[in-house]
Every structure is written in C-alpha cells, then in structure tokens.
C-alpha cells in the first residue's frame, strides 16, 4: 500500500540555518505530494504542494521537489526563522479514487533564537 | 474567516460512555474527513462524507460511527470508548475529492478516556 517516510525528530536549528527535512514515499501511479505545518495548539495547515514529477511547490520561503526517480519530497527552506517552530508531515494522495491523504508521522522542528 | 471549527478542544470521558465531537464549517465544502491522530503517529482516516455520501474505511472499527445532518455540521459518535480510542481527533474539509485537492483542517479534539 501507499506510504510516507520522514526523518525522525525533533530537529533543532539556530535562526537563519539551512533546513531539510526529508521525505521518501511508496505509492503507485502517480501521486500528488504535500507537506502540512501543525503550529502548537492548531490544526494542520497545507504548506506547499506538487502534483507531477519535477514540480516544484513553495511557500513562505519553503520548498520541495518531486523526485520521480528518488521517490522523495524533501523540504528546504535557505533560512528559518524562530516562528518556524512547528511539526512539519509529509503526505501524499493516490491519483486513484477519492482524495485519501496518507501522512507521514511528523518532523517536529525547533528553531532556537 | 471561513474555518473549520471542532467543539470542545479537549474531551474527557469514561470507560465505555458514547462521546460525539462536533465539527463545523463555513468554507461550504462538499468533503468532510474525520481523522484519528494518537500520540507520536501520523493522522490516520476513519472516514469521510461526500455531500451525504458516507464512505468509510475498511480497517475503522465498528464503534465509530458519523453523522452529516447538512453541509455545515459533522459528527464523530464514538459509542464505546475504549483507552486505546484516547487521541487527537481531527476533522477536515475539502471542495471535491479529487487528489490533488487541498483539505483544509480544523485545530483538533484531543479525547481523554479514563
């Protein structure tokens, strides 16, 4: 069946270091990808998405790529900030069907001043 | 704002006692999801309403149950809560079911059985 992997937590950074948080997926066909921020006390937010290979989604200065050959959908961002600070999942919705979104357990990031 | 609000944020209730959660909506979306999130896991879907089409998953236990009464509101009935049901509970919504729509989530009910 489909599934997300994603590194393991929590991930701790100084304002403006470089971010990746990766993520690998199992799925066939050809899934559209996501990744969703959770700040503390809210619920989950779409952050960015891409729905072919080599498409590229950003937002707020986040970014990731759809790796076909690599299977992966790693998020970037060149300089985080402490309001950064949140749990970050990747997930992915089979072309197949309904919308059903399988997520990946979560990455937490913490992003010190 | 248009949002997707769930009601009450925190609920605690017995062994065995039905609980409901509430979610509502203002954004007029025909999907409604209903998410189980326990602790350290990834959100895992329990089912979901397509205008008043209900759609649940295989591998949902029997002792959840749903209810749409119009486009706004949806219902999680957990009729016996058993300490394993104890997680976050989260609800979303989407315009239309195709897979590369955006769901847009609720802040959560974190349910406590005792």
């Known amino acids: 069946g489909n599934s997300v992997t994603q590194m393991e937590g929590p991930v701790t950074l100084s304002e403006e270091a470089f971010l990746t948080i990766n993520c690998t997926y199992t799925?066939?066909?050809?899934?559209?990808l996501f990744w969703y921020v959770q700040y503390p006390g809210e619920g989950l937010q779409l952050l960015l998405k891409a729905t072919k290979a080599d498409d590229k989604g950003s937002n707020k200065g986040f970014e990731a790529t759809y790796r076909k050959e690599t299977t992966s959908f790693h998020l970037e961002k060149g300089s985080v900030q402490v309001s950064d600070s949140a749990v970050y999942f990747c997930?992915?919705?089979?072309?197949?069907?309904?919308?059903?979104?399988?997520f990946g357990t979560g990455t937490r990031l913490l992003v010190s001043p | 704002d248009a949002m997707v609000i769930q009601n009450p944020r925190y609920q605690v209730t017995q062994f065995g006692k039905p609980v409901t959660l509430s979610c509502s909506q203002t954004?007029?979306?025909?999907?409604m999801y209903w998410y189980q999130q326990k602790s350290s896991q990834a959100p895992k879907l329990l089912f979901h309403?397509?205008?008043?089409?209900?759609?649940n998953e295989a591998d949902t236990p029997d002792n959840f149950q749903s209810r749409r009464p119009n486009t706004s509101f949806c219902f999680l009935d957990i009729r016996s809560p058993g300490l394993g049901d104890a997680a976050m509970y989260l609800c979303?919504?989407?315009?239309?079911?195709?897979?590369?729509?955006?769901?847009?989530f609720g802040p959560g009910t974190r349910l406590l059985v005792l």
């Open positions: 997930a992915l919705s089979s072309n197949t069907g309904f919308q059903k979104l399988v």
């Open positions: 799925a066939t066909g050809y899934p559209s």
């Open positions: 309403y397509y205008d008043k089409d209900f759609n």
């Open positions: 979303a919504t989407s315009g239309h079911r195709g897979f590369q729509e955006t769901q847009y």
């Open positions: 954004l007029n979306h025909n999907v």
